[in-house]
């Protein structure tokens, strides 16, 4: 999009800090009988299973998925996610691209998150130069890598931010899935992205490397009876593309009967409700809280559960 007005990523006021980041402690012992003991009944029961099948799935080496809307990563989540990405627990991590420009610009000066009220009104919101170049280059090398690596949005945004040795590379979770060896997949709705108005957006790369993830994820899903895959605070993009791979996988064969599916939010959501928890093969756990309490009492749960 030529002709627009760019200005400085760190110009811009932000709403969210590393400094609200939530740290990442170990097992807190006996943490395990407090999961015990909540009740048998509703959230008590669901959290339980929850816990319980994610436990089982690594310990039997089947996969754990993890696709998180872009929220989770602004709630200051990404230390957890990383960490439960370096125990073994998360196999894959899947995210939108709002997911993605949240990562990149904590990557690389510390902040995201723009006050859309006051930028929106001046013709500024999403304007920020840094954050659309960015992206567009990790479409071009998801669509086109040059060093022999795998196709792929996901993993090119990894590499982009290793390759330029972002300041908080310890916090972004593409790099760190990179470095671990753990699948990671961006997934675009195109024009619903602040980065598809920056001049150096290209259609075409945006398109292939975007496929490319969804064809990973095709993957990742068809290998998922015995595993886990939890939807975590997205109530539209990625249920919709579980859905189409849970098809797909499907379609080829593969059978998902033992198959777990949980979806974590705020509030119920239609498609969330129905494409993950409800429509798919398998059993469908629903657990609703805000991500920044329920998803630390996960972790800790599930890493107490796991060393017993």
Not at 265 to 292: C, K, S, W
Request: net charge negative.
């Amino acid at each position: 999009m030529q002709g627009v007005n760019l200005y400085p990523l760190a110009d811009r006021e932000s709403l969210v800090t590393t400094d609200d980041f939530c740290s990442v402690p170990d097992p807190v012992p006996g943490f395990g009988a407090f999961v015990d003991a909540l009740p048998d009944i509703y959230a008590g029961l669901h959290f339980k299973q929850l816990v319980d099948r994610v436990v089982a799935a690594r310990k039997a080496g089947k996969p754990v998925a993890v696709a998180m809307g872009a929220h989770v990563l602004k709630v200051g989540l990404a230390p957890l996610l990383i960490d439960l990405m370096e125990r073994g627990v998360i196999t894959h991590v899947v995210l939108n691209s709002a997911g993605a420009i949240h990562d990149y610009e904590i990557a690389t000066v510390g902040r995201t998150s723009e006050r859309v009220d006051t930028q929106l009104p001046k013709g500024e919101f999403g304007f920020a130069d840094e954050t659309g170049r960015a992206i567009a280059r990790a479409a071009e090398r998801g669509a086109h890598p040059e060093d022999g690596a795998e196709v792929g949005f996901g993993r090119a945004l990894g590499r982009c931010l290793i390759d330029d040795k972002a300041p908080n590379l310890h916090l972004s979770v593409p790099a760190a899935a990179v470095r671990l060896g753990v699948g990671v997949t961006c997934h675009v709705s195109m024009g619903a992205d602040i980065v598809h108005m920056h001049p150096a957006c290209d259609g075409a790369h945006l398109g292939a490397a975007a496929l490319a993830d969804f064809q990973h994820v095709c993957k990742i899903v068809s290998e998922l009876d015995g595993g886990v895959w939890i939807n975590v605070g997205c109530a539209v993009i990625l249920p919709e593309i579980f859905l189409k791979a849970v098809s797909v996988a499907i379609n080829l064969g593969h059978s998902l009967e033992n198959m777990t599916t949980a979806n974590l939010d705020m509030i119920r959501q239609y498609r969330a409700e129905t494409n993950v928890v409800r429509r798919p093969p398998g059993t469908g756990i629903t657990l609703i809280g805000q991500h920044e309490l329920l998803l630390p009492l996960f972790r800790m749960a599930v890493l107490s559960k796991l060393a017993e």
